[in-house]
């Protein structure tokens, strides 16, 4: 069975294949990825193409899954 991963805001059930995910182990699905703002959508495509797998990237994803869980519960 292939294994899925889940859309990082909780209570969402929507799923990915792990394998199309890779390297990542994290995930926030195309509905919950849209509520979040454009310029930080923007910002984080850019440090994942200029500087992979980097600190800055991490940080930057953390913040993006804070936006996209406010988000969801209409904070
Ligand atoms: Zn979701």
């Known amino acids: 069975?292939?294994?899925?991963?889940?859309?990082?805001?909780?209570?969402?059930?929507?799923?990915?294949a792990a394998e199309k995910l890779k390297p990542w182990n994290e995930w926030i699905c195309g509905k919950h990825w849209s509520a979040v703002p454009k310029i930080e959508r923007r910002e984080y495509s850019w440090?994942?193409?200029?500087?992979p797998n980097s600190d800055?990237?991490?940080?930057?994803?953390?913040?993006?899954?804070?936006?996209?869980?406010?988000?969801?519960?209409g904070i």
Do not use: D, G, N
């Not at 069975?1 to 990915?16: A, D, K, L, Q």
């Open 47 to 51: 440090t994942k193409r200029r500087i």
């Open 56 to 73: 800055a990237t991490s940080v930057q994803w953390e913040r993006l899954k804070a936006v996209a869980i406010e988000a969801a519960a």
């Open 1 to 16: 069975m292939t294994e899925r991963v889940r859309c990082c805001v909780p209570f969402c059930r929507r799923t990915i």
